[in-house]
C-alpha cells in the first residue's frame, strides 16, 4: 500500500540466531518514516552486532517509544530441527512481514535469499544491517528479543549458561555439552549438540 504522500512503503526484515547451538531464531520487520530514521541514525543505529549490548537494549527502547512499526517472529529449536535453520529464518521474516499493520510496497531482505511465497515485490541485500536503517533497526529489534529469551532460558536452565553465551557454540559451551548432554531448547539437528557427537 503506497503511503498517502505519494512515498513507497519499504520494509525491511532481518534474523538473529542464525548460528547458536541452542534457542530460537528471531526475526523481525520494520517500517521506518524519514523523520524516524534519521532521529534513530543520530541516535547511533547501525548493525546490531557492532553495537553493545546495553546500546542494543536503549535503541530497541527508542524505537517502541517513537512509534516506529514493526513486528516480529521466532521459531522454536522444534522447528529449526524440523525445517532446517534457513527455513526457519525466513519464515520469521516472511511472518514479521505479513503482520505488520501496513502492507509495504518493497521488502528489503539482510543477506543472499529471498523469502518464499511472500508475494511482495522483495529485494535482497548484502550486509543489509549495515547499510539500509530499516534492516538495522531489525537486526536489533531481532536481537533483543532473542536475548531476552535467552536470559529467561538460562534461569530455567542454569547448567548451560545460556545467559553469557546466548546459545553460541563457544568453548565452554561445547564442553558443558559433552558433559551432560542437550537439554530440550537445543538444537539436535546442529553438529556438536547430540552428546559425544564432537566439535
Request: aromatic share 6%; charged share 25%; glycine share 10%.
Given at each position: 500500500?503506497?503511503?498517502?504522500d ?5 520494509a525491511g526484515?532481518?534474523e ?8 530460537p ?10 523523520e524516524?530514521r ?10 546490531s552486532k ?12 527508542i ?18 530441527d ?17 503482520r505488520?499493520?501496513?502492507e ?10 529471498l ?8 529485494k ?11 534492516i538495522?533497526a ?6 533483543v528479543l ?10 530455567i ?9 546466548k ?8 564442553r ?23 566439535p
Open positions: 500500500m503506497m503511503a498517502s505519494g512515498k513507497v512503503v519499504v526484515t532481518d538473529a540466531g542464525r548460528g547458536p547451538l541452542a534457542g531464531v528471531v526475526a523481525a520487520a520494520v517500517i521506518l518514516t524519514d524516524q534519521k532521529y534513530l541514525l543520530s541516535e547511533g543505529l547501525k548493525d557492532k553495537l553493545s549490548p546495553q546500546k542494543r537494549e536503549k535503541l530497541f527502547e524505537i517502541c517509544g517513537s512509534g516506529v512499526m514493526w513486528r516480529a517472529q521466532a521459531a522454536s529449536p522444534a522447528r529449526i524440523r525445517i532446517n535453520i534457513l527455513r526457519a529464518s525466513l519464515w520469521c521474516m516472511k511472518r514479521s512481514v505479513e505488520l499493520d501496513t509495504p510496497d518493497m521488502v528489503l531482505v539482510d543477506g543472499n535469499t523469502i518464499p511465497d511472500l508475494g511482495i515485490y522483495q535482497c541485500v548484502i550486509c543489509g544491517d549495515d547499510i539500509v536503517p530499516s538495522a531489525a537486526s536489533v529489534i531481532a536481537k532473542r536475548d531476552r529469551v535467552m536470559q529467561t532460558l538460562d534461569r536452565y542454569p547448567e548451560y549458561g545460556f545467559c553469557s553465551h546459545g553460541y557454540p563457544s568453548a565452554e559451551h561445547r558443558i555439552l559433552l558433559e551432560i548432554g542437550p537439554s530440550p531448547v537445543h538444537r539436535i539437528s546442529f553438529r556438536g549438540v547430540a552428546k559425544g557427537s564432537g
